[in-house]
């Protein structure tokens, strides 16, 4: 008996090392080549994720980047992230690259966890998914457009701070920017303004939002697990509203061209087929988190750096004031007067420089090329990080120093300020940011000053950059 448990021990044994062995061979195998990058893969399946992610979660997602630009004196090296051989380009040469061959050496990659959150793309992809929202939004991103939101965004602005500011001693700020950005694009993409029913799904749009770029998991428990049932609660909302618009829009009630929903209701293909309900939902599920994370994020920390630097909230404040005192009582904002905050948008800039809100993206190398004479295989995952350049000396002299005045004029160099994104896969959304940022912004200063009640919060990313504590501030009235 003893006999045959020794053997069954030497069997597992040797199958759990032949099975290590064949798992750093394989890993190993995605890292074989002639001229790789300087660089280090990690561990099978993990890699380098632990730490990459760890930096984010610490507040500081620059150090991974600096820490290795450093060791091996490269802006461009090899690592291995989310389960996948990847390489690294840092500074503004990287993001040109990238940015200029989109589509023609890479393309778009998001995690696979974005494929199973979004039933619709499984049917043919979700770069491919993306690829048509791209040619359907232009239409309502473009000046006209915006002109016409303008006035919406300061009417919802104005009932946002009635209701969650005013009257109040303390509030906690970025889940008030959250409800700001998400009740705007529930108007401006659906016509939903109803606190009420906007309030519905709000919650569980923020546990998807948080859950859907996570280790794709499917347990009770799990961040993944839990973004997919309020995935599936809010498509299920979601299309109970399609469905009245679409007897809303046979009867007359609802124009053709109101907003975002109509339009794919009566989009298209090549061959007259119409989307389906389900792809609809799927379409507006992305436009809500991709029209209101980045912008409630940025919010945040415009308050966190108008709160530490008074005397740039004071030029943000007369600034505004003067558009104030220019309108007649009940006047909403309009084009013109947004065009008049300079200075005001000049601070958002340099707030997006310190905090982007978005930390990076990937692509996938679509073929074989060389870059800054390294190979870079084809099906590596390729990394641009907002931090290479927002932090870099050679881009920014003293980055760390709040500097509004680096965005007047001709404002950084090409490629160097990446808050969107650049090239052809630029956000399309990055006019209708600034609009949503800057009403805002008028309709905060114009109302209070404030204080941080945690003067050192910690700052984590998550995946979007946050305070740890929300950012909770003492309001103080202006005095008449």
């Known amino acids: 008996m003893e006999v045959f448990f020794l053997s069954l021990l030497l069997i597992c044994v040797l199958s759990v090392s032949i099975g290590l062995q064949f798992l750093f061979y394989k890993h190993r195998s995605h890292f074989t080549g002639p001229n790789l990058p300087p660089g280090r893969i990690g561990w099978p399946m993990v890699g380098e994720s632990l730490e990459f992610l760890s930096t984010g979660w610490k507040g500081h997602p620059e150090k991974f980047i600096f820490d290795r630009i450093s060791k091996y004196s490269s802006e461009v090296f090899k690592t291995s992230l989310l389960g996948e051989p990847a390489a690294v380009f840092a500074g503004a040469a990287g993001n040109k690259f990238l940015f200029s061959n989109e589509n023609k050496l890479v393309h778009a990659w998001w995690p696979s966890s974005v494929d199973k959150v979004f039933p619709s793309s499984t049917q043919t992809s979700s770069k491919e998914e993306a690829k ?12 006209e457009a915006l002109q016409r939101y303008i006035g919406i965004m300061d009417h919802i602005a104005q009932r946002h701070f009635a209701d969650s500011w005013d009257n109040r001693d303390e509030v906690i700020v970025f889940p008030l920017s959250k409800r700001f950005t998400f009740w705007l694009a529930c108007r401006l993409f659906m016509s939903i303004e109803d606190p009420d029913h906007i309030a519905k799904f709000e919650k569980p749009f923020h546990v998807l939002a948080s859950g859907l770029i ?6 009770p428990g799990t961040p993944f697990h839990r973004a997919i049932k309020a995935s599936n609660f809010i498509r299920k909302e979601l299309r109970a509203i399609i469905k009245q618009r679409k007897i809303d829009l046979a009867e007359g009630k609802a124009s053709p061209t109101q907003d975002i929903l109509s339009d794919l209701l009566l989009a298209t293909d090549e061959d007259g087929r119409h989307m389906n309900e389900i792809n609809i ?31 740039m909230y004071e030029k943000v404040y007369e600034e ?47 073929t074989d090329f060389v870059f800054n004479g390294f190979s870079i295989p084809k099906g590596w995952k390729l990394y ?8 870099s000396p050679k881009c920014f002299p003293e980055p760390e120093k709040f500097d509004p005045t680096r965005f007047e004029g001709a404002g950084p160099a090409p490629y160097t300020f990446v808050p969107f994104g650049g090239g052809p896969r630029m956000c399309p959304g990055k006019e209708y940011a600034r609009l949503e940022i800057l009403v805002f ?3 905060v200063v114009k109302r209070f000053k404030w204080d941080k009640l945690l003067p050192d919060e910690k700052i984590i990313i998550d995946p979007m950059r946050m305070p740890a504590k929300g950012l909770p501030v003492r309001l103080r009235l202006h005095k008449p």
């Open 320 to 366: 505004q004031m003067e558009i104030a005192n220019s309108k007649a009582p009940g006047e909403l904002l309009n084009w013109d007067d947004v065009q008049k905050m300079r200075y005001s948008w000049n601070v958002a800039c340099e707030v997006m420089r310190l905090a982007p809100p978005l930390q990076g993206a990937f692509r996938e190398a679509i």
């Open 384 to 391: 641009w990080s907002t931090s290479s350049t927002h932090k």
């Open 132 to 143: 048509k929202m791209r040619k359907l939004l232009p239409r309502f991103l473009k000046p």
């Open 214 to 219: 996570t280790v794709p998991i499917d347990l």
């Open 281 to 311: 939902a799927d379409k507006i599920l992305g436009l809500l988190i991709g029209g209101h994370d980045t912008a409630s994020s940025a919010i945040t920390f415009i308050v966190k750096y108008m709160a530490e630097l008074p005397h």
């Open 441 to 443: 912004m008028h309709n």
